[in-house]
């Protein structure tokens, strides 16, 4: 029982005296990526991205901001199937997030758009059909902000 953790801890050790770090870590200051403040529109869809956003970035409250992302969405909700009563049987959302990433300290913005499907389940019960579309909305919000996530990658590694 003694060799296995004395080849893990001997393994950590190599890895620290090899100067690993992990592949988006920057040296110093952390990530920039944690250092981005987010905005959206004051409504349920927009306040669901930026929570997701914010969660995805790893943003750090203490630090002060260097860049400043402001995101619009525009939602469109389409019935799919239809019942004998011509009634919806599902519904097919399309959310749109236009982004904009502006350095706190001036310079040039990035912008970028990304679009998301889903679709969710129509009921007959009014809080069951509400708790559906809502679960639609932040499968939605948290693909866009994973989507929105990787092009600020891009965007911050061309700086």
Do not use: H
């Not at 952390?30 to 987010?38: F, K």
């Not at 997701?52 to 619009?72: G, K």
């Not at 009014?126 to 990787?150: H, K, N, T, V």
């Amino acid at each position: 029982m003694r060799v296995p953790t004395s080849l893990a801890l001997l393994s950590v050790l190599a890895l620290a005296a090899c100067g690993f770090t992990p592949m988006y870590a920057e040296p110093g200051m952390g990530s920039p990526l944690r250092r981005i403040a987010v905005t959206a529109q004051d409504d349920r869809l927009g306040y669901r991205l930026r929570e997701q956003l914010e969660d995805a970035l790893a943003w750090d409250r203490s630090a002060a901001p260097l860049y400043r992302l402001t995101t619009r969405v525009e939602q469109d909700r389409r019935p799919l199937g239809r019942r004998i009563d011509d009634t919806a049987t599902r519904y097919e959302l399309t959310v749109k997030a236009t982004w904009t990433l502006t350095p706190i300290a001036g310079g040039a913005p990035a912008t970028g758009v990304e679009t998301v499907t889903t679709t969710y389940a129509a009921d007959d019960q009014p809080y069951a059909a509400i708790a559906a579309q809502q679960d639609g909305e932040e499968r939605a919000a948290a693909e866009l902000a994973r989507l929105i996530r990787l092009d600020l990658m891009q965007a911050l590694s061309n700086r």
